[in-house]
């Protein structure tokens, strides 16, 4: 199997070895699913941003002796996004790996 490091790094010239083995577009879905994944993962890390700044306000916001009901319920709206998200992230990693697991080692450069 394949490094996905070593694809993203050279993605030109892993293609070419793979079609001198006769494999046209074997990595052409690779680029669009990893960067749904980098994607998703940076949305993700926003909304944990999120939720960590919340959670710290809502702490302030109790120990004042205020309701803190809307924000713990955007938390808790957010904890669930981010759920969804991580699911997504899963679906993209296991699509990658089925992708990766088919393409063969890469031919000799002589």
Avoid: H
């Avoid at 890390?45 to 205020?66: D, M, P, T, V, Y």
């Avoid at 938390?75 to 990693?93: C, F, N, P, S, Y």
């Amino acid at each position: 199997m394949l490094d996905i490091k070593k694809i993203r790094s050279d993605f030109a010239e892993v293609n070419e070895r793979l079609q001198t083995r006769g494999l046209q577009g074997a990595l052409d879905q690779i680029p669009q699913i990893d960067q749904a994944r980098k994607d998703l993962n940076l949305k993700v890390e926003e909304l944990k941003q999120f939720r960590n700044q919340a959670s710290k306000e809502i702490g302030k916001l109790k120990k004042a002796g205020e309701s803190a009901d809307e924000l713990q319920e955007k938390v808790r709206m957010v904890g669930d996004e981010i759920k969804a998200l991580d699911e997504q992230t899963k679906a993209l990693d296991e699509q990658l790996q089925d992708i990766l697991m088919t393409i063969p080692n890469l031919p000799d450069e002589s």
